[in-house]
């Protein structure tokens, strides 16, 4: 009697659990049901977000970048990055200082200047002096030279002279040089884009009808028995009664299943053997079909 | 008691049978027939001549994966009989339906091509369409250390058109890391043009199989093997020797489809291309491998040819147009080795195009391009299949194929 008793009282907190099993079972499956459309719905709203972003370019733009980043990576080790770090006030504030309107004015006007280099004449020693009358140029020259008194305090006040910074220096000098000056941005001007060659126009059938680059026509409509003929005629062969028989036979399959026959579908639909298909076309008889018949080339799925 | 008989547990008739069940009217019953307990797990094949997988991890009871409210029936069937709208079993039992499902597939047909089963079969010529072919590929290979190995599509259609590539992208994989790459001569003979006959994809991936040395024979028609010499020729009179032989031999419908007079001459069953109702019998629908249609013989066209089915059968029930249609659409992982795969996504007049998948930009699948995520993704499928896809249950994609994420170049 009493390991009866015990027996039940297990079996009873047995099922209890079971039930709670089950019971967690269906929640989840119900779950999965209810998030099934949610799912759904968000990965639609998503795909067409995502898709505009796309098509604006986005996603282009983010890898471009990463390759950017890539390059950046490459050229800098992380020593150069912890001093970019330690100087980053710094940068802020010459960007602050060369940001202030009338800064980005003077170096809009100096843009403005280069940009018209070619006319620019040259100018020599009384020229020179007879520009310094002008206003604006007395006013420039006193500007340049508070601009270099400062940079010449800036490298006296600097412990060693850094010979790399002067070569650099020369270097400059040098490829600024007047007439190198002119000579430079021809030369490093990158050549112009080669033009897009343009589209070969699409080879037409005896007839006019378009084809397209591989040899079919483009528009299976557009087919008549006289084109056919002309395009067997390119293909060296003569179209005979069994001949236009499977030609006939691969035009009335397309028209139900809108797809070119292979060579087991043609077996088929004309009642033929891949035999008398080799007999009949001899090199690859499926495309020839379809080319003569104006169909499209028989695709695998690739 | 209204009755839809499904014909075939795999993995079109097993999904339909598990959603059918769900959304059917009461006094509806679904009886899936099927005449074995077997359940194959099919895209494992490919990895199981590399030793990827064990046998045991691709076959499953068919009793397990269905529905409790589907009536599944393990028995032989002798015919369909559309007329007295059964299906007669062997042994004289008949089960009426109202509506009939085909979901019968396809197999191959090895003995189509002459010689190919004969000398030399399963020793030095091997399909990996089957498990035990797959077995006795990878006895093969265990033991191939140098020659060249010939990878034949006997004709089209055939299913999941990219494993033979995937095959050979494997086996380069897989000889590059036994060291033997260099003694091992590795062939694709295909009836079609090339390896790949649409334009994005022959531009994109043309250069892949240079890259791998991969030769291939275009325009191969196999017109009969002589495997006692290991040499395949073609009808229009080329020879190719071999020196081990993988075949994707000719691929038909079932028998039954033939003997029950609803099939073409290959025993395919002449389908409506977007409604999926079958022409040559009333009531009666089919989908997946079994139908005529030029969309691809893989599981994820059975998938999306299912969403079109369930409401397209609902409104029979209910008389009314048959409104949902299937557009062709078709995606597939193609393994290509050394952890990487590749994605297509394309239907009836998309061609597989370059891009991410689902999520425009962001993927994490890549479009016909290589990446380790692709790879992931299709082992990952595995659970997927068992799980959700075989189980009838949702996901959630849009059946129809989408261009968004796709890019035109």
């Given amino acids: 009697m009493q390991t009866e008793e015990i027996i039940l009282q297990r079996l009873d907190a047995m099922s209890l659990h079971v039930a709670q099993l089950v019971e967690r079972q269906r929640a989840r499956e119900e779950l999965f049901d209810e998030l099934t459309p949610i799912a759904r719905e968000a990965l639609a709203t998503a795909i067409t977000r995502l898709d505009a972003l796309d098509k604006q370019g986005h ?23 912890r001093q970019l770090g330690d100087a980053i006030v710094g940068i802020l504030d010459v960007v602050r200082a060369l940001t202030r309107p009338e800064v980005l004015q003077i170096a809009t006007d100096a843009a403005a200047a280069m940009q018209h280099a070619d006319a620019t004449k040259p100018l ?21 030279i508070d601009v270099l008194r400062r940079i010449g ?21 040098e490829l600024l040089g007047p007439k190198r000056a002119r000579m430079l941005p021809a030369a490093a001007a990158p050549k112009p884009a ?22 079919h026509l483009a528009d299976p409509s557009g087919w008549t028995r006289t084109v056919g003929e002309s ?32 060579i087991q579908r043609l077996t088929q639909v004309a009642k033929v053997t891949t035999k008398d298909l080799y007999q009949l076309f001899p090199k690859a008889p499926a495309r020839t079909i379809a080319k003569i018949a104006g169909l499209p080339k028989p695709a695998g799925c690739l | 008691m209204k009755r839809i008989v499904i014909l075939g547990a795999g993995t079109a008739g097993t999904m339909m049978a598990n959603r059918l069940v769900r959304v059917l009217p009461a006094g509806w019953q679904v009886v899936l027939l099927d005449r074995d307990d077997t359940h194959l797990y099919q895209p494992g094949l490919l990895f199981l001549p590399f030793g990827a997988y064990r046998e ?32 007669a079993l062997k042994g004289g039992e008949t089960i009426d339906y109202d509506f009939l499902v085909l979901a019968t597939g396809s197999r191959i047909l090895p003995e189509a091509t002459p010689g190919l089963t004969g000398a030399g079969w399963r020793t030095t010529a091997h399909d990996f369409y089957t498990l035990e072919g797959a077995q006795a590929l990878h006895r093969a290979l265990d033991g191939f250390h140098a020659g060249r190995i010939v990878v034949n599509v006997a004709e089209l259609p055939i299913k999941c058109p990219v494993a033979p590539l995937e095959f050979l992208f494997l086996a380069d994989a897989y000889f590059t890391q036994r060291g033997e790459r260099d003694r091992v001569e590795l062939v694709l003979a295909t009836p079609n043009e090339g390896a790949f006959t649409k334009p994005v994809a022959s531009r994109l991936l043309g250069g892949l199989l240079a890259q791998r040395k991969i030769e291939v024979v275009g325009d191969f028609a196999v017109s009969a093997v002589d495997g006692a010499r290991r040499r395949l020729a073609s009808y229009d009179g080329r020879d190719l020797d071999y020196d081990l032989l993988v075949t994707v031999p000719t691929h038909g419908g079932a028998e039954i489809i033939t003997r029950s007079g609803l099939g073409d001459a290959n025993g395919w069953i002449p389908t409506h291309r977007e409604t999926l109702a079958v022409t040559s019998a009333a009531n009666t629908f089919a989908l997946g491998d079994a139908t005529d249609l030029p969309s691809s013989k893989a599981g994820a066209v059975a998938h999306f040819q299912g969403d079109v089915l369930t ?4 409104a029979a029930i209910d008389d009314r147009a048959l409104s949902a249609k299937f557009d062709g659409h078709t995606n597939c992982f193609i393994e290509t080795g050394y952890g990487k795969a590749m994605l297509i996504d394309f239907n009836y007049n998309t061609e597989p195009l370059p891009g991410k998948f689902p999520l425009p930009g962001i993927g994490p699948f890549t479009l016909l391009g290589e990446s380790a995520i692709n790879h992931w993704g299709k082992l990952a499928f595995k659970w997927l299949y068992w799980n959700v896809i075989v189980a009838g249950k949702e996901l959630p994609l849009d059946h129809q194929m989408q261009l968004a994420g796709k890019y035109a170049a």
């Fill in chain 1, 194 to 215: 080669a033009a897009p060659k343009p589209a070969m126009p699409p080879p037409a059938a005896p007839g006019g009808v378009p084809m397209r680059s591989d040899g």
């Fill in chain 1, 124 to 144: 020599g020693a009384f020229r020179a002096l007879r520009a310094t009358r002008d206003n604006d140029v007395q006013k420039g020259l006193g500007l340049l």
């Fill in chain 2, 56 to 87: 045991a991890e691709l076959v499953r009871p068919r009793t397990q994966l269905v529905d409790r409210r589907v009536v599944l029936r393990l028995a032989d069937i002798d015919r369909v009989a559309p007329e007295h709208k059964h299906v």
């Fill in chain 1, 231 to 262: 395009i067997a005629r390119d293909q060296n062969i003569t179209l005979d009664e069994p001949r236009w028989a499977l030609i006939d036979a691969a035009r009335a399959d397309f028209a139900t299943m809108q797809a070119s026959p292979n």
């Fill in chain 1, 153 to 173: 305090h800036g490298v006296n006040a600097g412990a060693e002279p850094d010979h790399k910074a002067l070569e650099t220096k020369a270097k400059l000098a």
């Fill in chain 1, 59 to 81: 996603f282009a733009f983010v890898t471009e970048l990463a390759q950017v980043g890539r390059r950046v990576i490459e050229g800098f080790t992380p020593a150069d990055v």
């Fill in chain 2, 311 to 314: 409401p397209n059968l609902l």
